[in-house]
């Protein structure tokens, strides 16, 4: 009757706990893109994170083609197939930009844009070097003048459009579609926002609109396609096939090991019970916990499967009659060392670390309380007699031990630490020749984001300004909407110019009738007259704790001296941020392995180093070979080595704590379902996902061959 209770009370909580995800964390969401795994405003002080993920929803489209017509036409097919509602979640940056809206939209404000060199002549009352630039270019038969000449006698209109353009990496707009001519080809461009969703929506809807594009292309047209939702999709669409592939190989070597144990497929059954509720526990605590957590945790959370097929084998396998105490005292140790190992990762910085923990934490709680409460202790079956498994003589282990150690130090010495994330993910060939192209013709490579911020849009456009006048010149805000004050300068500063040379202009540009200087009203977001651009400009100004912030792009090598702007180079802001997060993860290993030596102690006393040492060698060696091989030891890499001393662990307390040869036998095929399944993950394409394969199966492997045969009695 009790053991019905238990039962009765153990589902109630798993239900409760789905009943919890439902009720506050539907639908269900992961995190898929590598830029979620780290958060750049930690030390920062900046919303660097909002704007990286920002940008990191666009799709940027590029059509090359030689011919003008041609390229155009199908940028513009392209636009439609955005603007259709097949792709609703998606929206085009420039959609209401062009050349032609700018001129419309802000002729009428003329007399306050000024371009910086013209705006530097009239500061230093070089009246007559701007008369003569405009008559020269008005009697240039290259000369193309915006407004009429009436209107815009002095060129400075002209002037501060074709700024705009040289200030955004060559790209005109033209009615949404950016253009820039690089011998022999013509780019359009069509920077395309994506709404955030889940990885499978996401790689749905991008895969569609991806060969709906591609259609398009023919043989005087090429299309291109990059940006980071294009990335994300290709991953999941890659590793889910890899991993649904790895995934019944592996289901197929536990079945096939569970035969050969007991000689029975349905044991089986309790095993895979305890998976899925040590999974589905998990799950319930990662939701509830974190709301949307990143995928890559249940990717790390296959420690489970092999610690739990480790606790079922030994349930299942204690022979009738035999004593369970030591048995039941084996598994809690083990489970108690396991969850000291992850512990501390509860107090990480890293939102991924503490994630991995709460999942594996509550899975493996839950994957032992199932067995406990359902699984029989006493199996009638009669295991095969066990072979033998000799340890190493003790004499010689000293030896071996002190050998394996030293040349795995040794190698780790050299070892070369990646801390550059574009080094740890290798995109489709296509995807990499399109962010070539992309990086060139935006000179992405060698770009980083300026970042103003203000109380309100005036001292956010104020400050780009003081910027601008320094000589740096960049796309932002600002050189659209000047600030009410830049417009009352360049008003007086037009006005000037006119008062002294009106005349001359006249004269020199044979006009019928003299020019006036005419009032403008003041030129804000707000006004009703430029709603398109204000959409646009939205784009690159957003809110965050009570500031106002513009992002714009200039030269990586650019120096600024200003407290309200800051230069960030997004691909060094994630290598320090890798940087700071590896060196947190040596000393959490450190604070593991120290908390962990105190618990072996507590329950092992003298011989507490005897258990540790196993799982200790296991990520030497596994660390060690990466190096001797020349591979880069990543911060992924030295998440694995939690699991190889919680998988370590848990050999070497049954290894050493051995009655009769019958008991290696689970130890064994537990071992195998492991380095089986992590093996397979070595093999696939995602270098994450690879990393973490590779330094699991030569971790447990050493932790379990060193355990078996050297510190055995």
């Known amino acids: 009757m009790k053991l019905r209770v238990k039962r009765i009370i153990f589902m109630a909580l798993i239900c409760l706990g789905v009943l919890g995800v439902a009720l506050f964390r539907w639908p269900m969401r992961f995190q898929t893109d590598l830029n979620s795994l780290i958060n750049l405003d930690s030390k920062t002080g900046w919303p660097i994170q909002d704007i990286t993920n920002k940008f990191s929803s666009v799709i940027n489209i590029v059509v090359q083609s030689e011919d003008k017509f041609s390229?155009?036409?199908?940028?513009?097919?392209?636009?439609?197939?955005?603007?259709?509602?097949?792709?609703?979640?998606?929206?085009?940056?420039?959609?209401?930009?062009?050349?032609?809206?700018?001129?419309?939209?802000?002729?009428?404000?003329?007399?306050?844009m000024l371009c910086a060199a013209d705006r530097r002549l009239l500061q230093e009352h070089k009246f007559d070097t701007i008369t003569n630039n405009a008559r020269t270019r008005v009697e240039s038969a290259m000369m193309s003048n915006i407004l009429p000449l009436s209107q815009d006698p002095f060129l400075l209109f002209t002037n501060y459009v074709s700024e705009i353009g040289k200030n955004n990496n060559?790209?005109?707009?033209?009615?949404?579609?950016?253009?820039?001519?690089?011998?022999?080809?013509?780019?359009?461009?069509?920077?395309?926002?994506?709404?955030?969703?889940?990885?499978?929506?996401?790689?749905?809807?991008?895969?569609?609109?991806?060969?709906?594009?591609?259609?398009?292309?023919?043989?005087?047209?090429?299309?291109?396609?990059?940006?980071?939702?294009?990335?994300?999709?290709?991953?999941?669409?890659?590793?889910?096939?890899?991993?649904?592939?790895?995934?019944?190989?592996?289901?197929?070597?536990?079945?096939?090991?569970?035969?050969?144990?007991?000689?029975?497929i349905r044991t089986i059954f309790p095993v895979i019970k305890s998976l899925v509720v040590g999974y589905l526990a998990g799950t319930i605590a990662l939701f509830l916990c974190f709301g949307e957590p990143h995928i890559l945790v249940f990717v790390f959370g296959t420690s489970l499967i092999g610690l739990g097929i480790d606790y079922a084998f030994h349930f299942m396998c204690i022979e009738k009659d035999a004593d369970i105490t030591a048995t039941n005292k084996n598994i809690l140790h083990s489970l108690l060392t396991t969850l000291i190992c992850f512990v501390p990762l509860l107090f990480a910085n890293v939102s991924l670390l503490r994630q991995i923990?709460?999942?594996?934490?509550?899975?493996?709680?839950?994957?032992?309380?199932f067995i406990k409460l359902f699984i029989e202790y006493r199996t009638n079956i009669v295991l095969k007699k066990s072979v033998i498994v000799r340890p190493v003589n003790k004499k010689y282990r000293p030896y071996f031990i002190i050998g394996i150690a030293a040349v795995s130090i040794i190698a780790c010495l050299f070892a070369r630490i990646e801390n550059n994330m574009s080094a740890m993910y290798r995109p489709a060939r296509d995807l990499a020749v399109s962010e070539k192209l992309i990086g060139e013709l935006n000179a992405s490579d060698k770009t980083a984001f300026l970042i103003v911020r203000g109380d309100d849009i005036q001292d956010v456009l104020e400050t780009e300004e003081e910027i601008r006048d320094s000589r740096i010149q960049f796309f932002g805000v600002s050189s659209v909407i000047p600030s009410l004050k830049r417009q009352i300068e360049n008003a007086d500063l037009v006005k000037s110019l006119y008062a002294a040379k009106v005349k001359d202009i006249r004269r020199a540009l044979a006009l019928k009738n003299t020019p006036r200087f005419i009032d403008t009203p003041e030129l804000t977001i707000y006004n009703d007259d430029i709603g398109d651009l204000t959409n646009q400009i939205h784009q690159f100004v957003f809110l965050s704790n009570g500031k106002t912030y513009s992002v714009s792009t200039v030269p990586l090598d650019t120096k600024i001296d200003n407290k309200n702007a800051r230069i960030i180079?997004?691909?060094?802001?994630?290598?320090?941020?890798?940087?700071?997060?590896?060196?947190?993860?040596?000393k959490l290993l450190v604070i593991c392995g120290i908390m962990l030596l105190g618990v072996l102690f507590i329950l092992y006393r003298r011989r507490a180093f005897?258990?540790?040492?196993?799982?200790?060698?296991?990520?030497?060696?596994?660390?060690?070979?990466?190096?001797?091989?020349?591979?880069?030891?990543?911060?992924?890499?030295?998440?694995?080595?939690?699991?190889?001393?919680?998988?370590?662990?848990?050999?070497?307390?049954?290894?050493?704590?051995?009655?009769?040869?019958?008991?290696?036998?689970?130890?064994?095929?537990?071992?195998?379902?492991?380095?089986?399944?992590?093996?397979?993950?070595?093999?696939?394409?995602?270098?994450?996902?690879?990393?973490?394969?590779?330094?699991?199966?030569?971790?447990i492997a050493v932790s379990y061959f060193v355990s078996l045969y050297f510190f055995r009695d």
Request: hydrophobic letters at 50%; a neutral charge.
């Open 170 to 264: 060559n790209w005109m707009p033209k009615d949404g579609i950016l253009w820039q001519y690089k011998a022999p080809y013509n780019f359009y461009m069509l920077p395309i926002t994506i709404e955030k969703m889940d990885g499978a929506k996401l790689a749905e809807s991008v895969e569609q609109f991806k060969t709906k594009v591609k259609n398009l292309e023919n043989d005087s047209v090429k299309i291109y396609m990059g940006g980071a939702p294009a990335h994300t999709a290709e991953m999941y669409n890659h590793t889910k096939i890899e991993l649904g592939i790895i995934s019944i190989l592996a289901l197929v070597a536990v079945i096939v090991l569970n035969y050969f144990l007991f000689r029975h």
């Open 610 to 699: 005897r258990y540790l040492a196993p799982p200790l060698l296991g990520g030497l060696v596994s660390l060690g070979l990466l190096s001797i091989f020349g591979m880069s030891i990543t911060f992924f890499h030295l998440l694995g080595l939690f699991i190889v001393i919680g998988l370590g662990l848990d050999y070497a307390i049954f290894h050493i704590n051995y009655k009769t040869n019958a008991e290696l036998r689970p130890v064994f095929y537990s071992f195998l379902t492991s380095f089986i399944g992590f093996g397979l993950l070595a093999f696939t394409s995602f270098f994450l996902v690879a990393a973490l394969g590779t330094i699991l199966a030569i971790g």
């Open 357 to 369: 923990s709460v999942f594996t934490i509550v899975g493996l709680v839950a994957i032992y309380a």
């Open 71 to 112: 390229g155009e036409k199908v940028a513009h097919k392209i636009r439609n197939i955005v603007n259709s509602d097949e792709f609703p979640e998606m929206e085009i940056m420039t959609q209401n930009l062009s050349v032609h809206s700018i001129i419309s939209t802000l002729g009428k404000y003329r007399n306050v």
């Open 569 to 586: 180079g997004v691909a060094q802001q994630i290598q320090t941020q890798m940087e700071s997060y590896t060196h947190e993860t040596y």
